[in-house]
C-alpha cells in the first residue's frame, strides 16, 4: 500500500539523520579520547604553574594561559560594549534608509573575512600605526574586530525578537527612545545578546592566524605584567609543541589542549549561567 | 453640542498618510471631557490611525505623515515646540492585546512615573493607580511577581493601571477587550464607566453592542472619513446616515 511506502520512507530518513549525528558525535568522542588518554597523564599543577622549558617534563603552561584570560579579558572588555553599542544604533535609531543598508551589509561580510586579514590588518594599524607593539593589548583590539561583528549581528537579531508592543507601549507612558532601550528592549535581548557574546569569545579564545601574524611570541617564560607587554596564547603554545620532533611534546600539547578545553567550557558555563539567572530576574 | 471648554481633544482637518496611503482624510472631531467616545467602524476604516494621532504614536511607524491639528486643551500637540513624550505622558493608551513588560507588577505599574522622573512615593501611586484598574484586590499581596503570571483580563486591566500611573488626562483604548473573554470584558467595560469621572476615554471598537454600552459619544469611521458622530443613543436608534444603519444593523463590516 501507499501508506506502508511513505512510512518506510520516513523510516530511512529518519536513520539517516541518527547516522549523520553519530558522525559528528563519534568524531569528537575520539578525539576527545585521545587527548585525555594523552594529555592527562602530564596534566598537573606543576603543568599549569610552570613557564615553557625545553625539557617537556619541567614545560608548563603559565604563560600562554596567563596570555590568553588577558586577551580574553580585554577583548571582552573593548568588544562588548562596542559591538552592543553598534547593535543598539543600527536596530533602534538608525533610519531605514541605504546608508544603514549598506552598514548592514558590510557588517555581515566583515563576520565571514579570513581571520589572517584581520592579522594584517591588526599589524598596519595596532602593532605599526598606533605603536603598541608586538602586545598583548594589540592582540586584543586585533581579536577585537575580528568578533565585532559577531556581536553586532547576534545583539541586532536578539533586539529585533523583542515584540514591537514592549516598545509600543513603553513609547505610549512618555519613554524617550534611549528609556525604551535602556529598561525594556535591552533586558529582554540580554539572553540572545549573551550568547552572542560567548560565541564571540569562544571564536577569540582559539584564534591563532592573526595572533602569529602581529607577532605574538612562541617562548614566554613571563606572565604579562601590563597589556604593553609581550605574550603568547594556549593555541599558540600548543601548536608550537606539537611541532617539535620530541614525542614528548606532543603529549604535553595534549595536556595543553585539556586546558584550553576547560578554560572555554568554564566560559561557556558561566554565560549560561549568566543568562539563565536574567532571564529568572525579568521573568519573576 | 459641547462648547470649546467641554472639549478636551479635538481634530481639526485631520490628514494621515502612510506612504501614498491616505489612511484619514480631513478629519474634524471634538472629544468631550469626562465623557466616554467610541470610535466604530468596519476594518481599515482607520478608527485605530485615527487613535494613534492623539499621542503621535504614528511617528513611530516610518514614512507616515500627518496634516491638520490635533488641539489638546487648546494647544496644537503637533506643533514642532512640543515634546511627544510630553503628549504622552499627559494622554495615556491602552493596547489591543495586553502588553505587560516582563518584569514584576510593581515594575510594570512604576515603569511610566520612573521615566517621566516622578518624585513622590511610588508605592502609593501604584497602590493607587492598580485600585482605579480594580486589580488591586487580587495583587496586593504579590506585587513582585511576574505579570506574565497574570490571566489576559488581569493583564489588560494591569496595562490600564500603567497608563493611569503617569496621571494622564486622557485614556486611548485601541479595541481593549478583542483578546479578552466574556468575564474579563465585563469588568473592563465596568472600569471605564468608573474611569469616566478622573478621565476622558477614547475607545476604539469592533463590538456594536460594547460601544453601544459604555460609550457617551459615537462616532461611525468609513475609509478614512467620519460618516457620523452624536451621542451614542442617537446613532443607534435614529442614525441618520444610510451607511451607518447599514453598519449597526449589520448589513457590512
Known amino acids: ?284 | 453640542m459641547s462648547s470649546t471648554s467641554n472639549q478636551v481633544l479635538g481634530a481639526d482637518g485631520l490628514n494621515l498618510w502612510y506612504g501614498t496611503h491616505h489612511v484619514l482624510k480631513g478629519i474634524t472631531l471634538g472629544i468631550t471631557r469626562h465623557r466616554v467616545t467610541a470610535l466604530i467602524g468596519p476594518s481599515g476604516c482607520g478608527k485605530s490611525s485615527f487613535l494613534r494621532c492623539f499621542n503621535r504614536m504614528n511617528e513611530l511607524i516610518p514614512e507616515s505623515r500627518v496634516e491638520g491639528r490635533i488641539h489638546f486643551n487648546g494647544r496644537d500637540i503637533n506643533d514642532p515646540e512640543v515634546d511627544a513624550t510630553e503628549v504622552r505622558h499627559r494622554i495615556g493608551m491602552v493596547f489591543q492585546k495586553p502588553n505587560p513588560f516582563p518584569k514584576s507588577i510593581f515594575d510594570n505599574v512604576a515603569f511610566g512615573p520612573r521615566v517621566n522622573g516622578y518624585r513622590g512615593d511610588l508605592g502609593e501611586l501604584v497602590e493607587t493607580s492598580l485600585r482605579r484598574a480594580a486589580l488591586w484586590d487580587e495583587v496586593h499581596d504579590r506585587l513582585g511577581q511576574s505579570a506574565l503570571a497574570l490571566s489576559g483580563g488581569q493583564q489588560q486591566r494591569l496595562c490600564i493601571a500603567r497608563a493611569l500611573a503617569v496621571e494622564p488626562e486622557v485614556l486611548l483604548m485601541d479595541e481593549p477587550c478583542s483578546a479578552l473573554d466574556p468575564a474579563s470584558t465585563a469588568k473592563i467595560e465596568d472600569l471605564i464607566g468608573e474611569l469616566k469621572e478622573r478621565y476622558s476615554i477614547i475607545i476604539v471598537t469592533h463590538n456594536m453592542q460594547q460601544a453601544a454600552r459604555v460609550s457617551d459619544q459615537t462616532a461611525f469611521l468609513l475609509e478614512g472619513e467620519i460618516v457620523e458622530y452624536g451621542r451614542t443613543g442617537g446613532i443607534f436608534t435614529r442614525p441618520e446616515d444610510p451607511r451607518t444603519e447599514d453598519y449597526i444593523t449589520g448589513r457590512f463590516g
Open chain 1, 1 to 284: 500500500m501507499k501508506r506502508r511506502a511513505r512510512r518506510e520512507k520516513d523510516r530511512i530518513f529518519k536513520l539517516f539523520l541518527v547516522l549523520a549525528l553519530l558522525a559528528g558525535v563519534a568524531a569528537l568522542l575520539l578525539l576527545l579520547e585521545e587527548v585525555l588518554r594523552k594529555g592527562l597523564p602530564w596534566l598537573d599543577f606543576r603543568f599549569l604553574t610552570s613557564f615553557p622549558s625545553r625539557f617537556p617534563e619541567q614545560a608548563g603552561i603559565k604563560s600562554a594561559l596567563a596570555g590568553t584570560l588577558w586577551l580574553l579579558g580585554l577583548t571582552a572588555m573593548f568588544a562588548i560594549p562596542v559591538g552592543v553599542g553598534a547593535a543598539v544604533y543600527l536596530q533602534e535609531f538608525a533610519g531605514r534608509n541605504r546608508p544603514t543598508a549598506f552598514l548592514q551589509l558590510n557588517i555581515s561580510n566583515l563576520a565571514g573575512v579570513p581571520s589572517i586579514v584581520y592579522g594584517i590588518l591588526g599589524l598596519a594599524v595596532f602593532v605599526r600605526a598606533l605603536a603598541l607593539g608586538r602586545s598583548v593589548l594589540a592582540g586584543a583590539l586585533t581579536m577585537s574586530l575580528l568578533v565585532l561583528p559577531i556581536i553586532i549581528v547576534a545583539a541586532q537579531e536578539a533586539m529585533r525578537a523583542v515584540p514591537g508592543s514592549l516598545r509600543d507601549a513603553a513609547f505610549a507612558l512618555g519613554a524617550t527612545r534611549w528609556q525604551a532601550v535602556r529598561r525594556v528592549v535591552l533586558p529582554a535581548a540580554l539572553p540572545g545578546i549573551l550568547t552572542g557574546i560567548i560565541l564571540a569569545l569562544s571564536r577569540a579564545i582559539g584564534e591563532t592566524a592573526p595572533l602569529i601574524m602581529i607577532g605574538a611570541l612562541t617562548f614566554v617564560p613571563f606572565v604579562p605584567a601590563g597589556p604593553l607587554d609581550a605574550f603568547t596564547v594556549l593555541p599558540i603554545q600548543i601548536f608550537n609543541w606539537t611541532s617539535r620532533p620530541r614525542e614528548e611534546f606532543r603529549l604535553i600539547a595534549a595536556a595543553g589542549i585539556i586546558v584550553l578545553l576547560g578554560v572555554l567550557l568554564t566560559m561557556n558555563a558561566g554565560a549560561v549561567w549568566l543568562r539563565n539567572r536574567y532571564q529568572r530576574r525579568s521573568e519573576s
